[in-house]
């Protein structure tokens, strides 16, 4: 059977790779979308939006879209450039989705927005968006000091609204993923899981540090003049925890994501990556995080009996 998010999206498995600004280029969104899942692009470089061309050589599968509405709320021509790109899928995010909804559909796109509140959701579902992707504060990156946890969030927006869900924070497998249906999703999202694969551009210092992180190793960091971030607790982020200061934290994050420099920035990490002990091809990740979804399922049955 075909449930909503595998109907909207057009996949074999609702399993979405996560728009990680310089990371979601086209080798690993065209990995992903060969193994079944939905690849993802980002657009605020233009690296990235170049991406959105040539990640047709590599895959002839779905692919989406991310846009930031924050970085493009004053020049609506990207919704050209996705229309030129063939783009049919568009996961828009930080900003009101009232902006360009309209306009996606327009163009013949599904619109998907990124939320962390229950507020946040309504005000999308009004915009008329075609599903959600809900994240809880345990997710890696740009985050609310105030936002709930994947746990407390999913549910409630899912009975709040009749919408097709996708969860993002706390993924990983097939056992987070069956959690995630059980709360109300019918697919996941996975930032975290897919930096630690085979196919991801970053560096194997990045990859190595995820995999060594325990359920302490990361941290949401408030510092002036940043926004809130997840980030893993190694490197700059531990001493910024210790000596808060109103630095730039991300002015050389492209050092540290494909140079390795730990200290050169701050590294946009989720809480999942204490669960996560090695580095995966993603088909293999995408595969087994929804098809081990049933076996899951029948030893919580098996306990409950």
């Known amino acids: 059977m075909t449930n909503r998010v595998q109907a909207l999206l057009g996949v074999e498995f609702p399993v979405v790779q996560a728009p990680m600004t ?15 899942g939905l690849g993802m692009i980002e657009t605020l470089t233009p690296e990235g939006r170049a991406d959105l061309l040539r990640v047709r050589e590599l895959t002839e599968r779905p692919v989406a879209a991310n846009l930031m509405i924050q970085g493009w709320k004053r020049d609506p021509s990207i919704v050209g450039v996705l229309a030129e790109a063939g783009v049919r899928h568009v996961f828009t995010s930080a ?20 939320v962390g509140s229950l507020r946040g959701a ?38 709040h609204l009749d919408l097709p869900l996708i969860c993002a924070g706390g993924i990983c497998d097939a056992r987070s993923g069956a959690a995630a249906v059980v709360l109300g999703a019918e ?13 991801a551009a970053v560096h194997t210092n990045f ?6 992180a325990d359920d302490a190793g990361t941290v949401l960091l408030e510092v002036p003049g940043n ?15 210790e000596n808060a200061s109103d630095a730039r934290l991300l002015g050389r994050i492209e050092e540290l994501y494909f140079a390795g420099d730990l200290e050169a920035s701050v590294a946009n990490t989720g809480q999942v990556s204490a669960r ?24 919580a049955r098996t306990r409950l009996s």
């Not at 980030?231 to 001493?239: I, N, P, S």
């Open 187 to 199: 697919g996941v999202q996975m930032g975290t899981r897919m930096l630690a694969s085979v196919e």
């Open 122 to 159: 309504l005000k999308a579902a009004a915009a008329g968006v075609d599903g959600l992707v809900v994240e809880g504060v345990e997710g890696g990156g740009f985050k609310s000091a105030l936002g709930a946890s994947t746990m407390v969030l999913l549910p409630l927006i899912a009975q």
């Open 22 to 36: 310089y990371i979601a280029r086209a080798e690993l969104a065209a990995a992903v979308s060969e193994g079944g």
């Open 95 to 114: 900003g009101d989705p009232a902006l360009f909804t309209e306009r996606l559909h327009d163009a013949g796109m599904t619109v998907v927005h990124v």
């Open 227 to 241: 926004p809130t971030m997840r980030v893993l607790r190694v490197g700059m982020a531990a001493r910024i925890r």
């Open 276 to 299: 996560i002990t090695d580095l995966r091809p993603v088909a293999d990740i995408v595969r087994e995080t929804w098809c081990d979804i049933e076996s899951v399922l029948d030893g």
């Open 207 to 212: 990859k190595d540090a995820i995999v060594a």
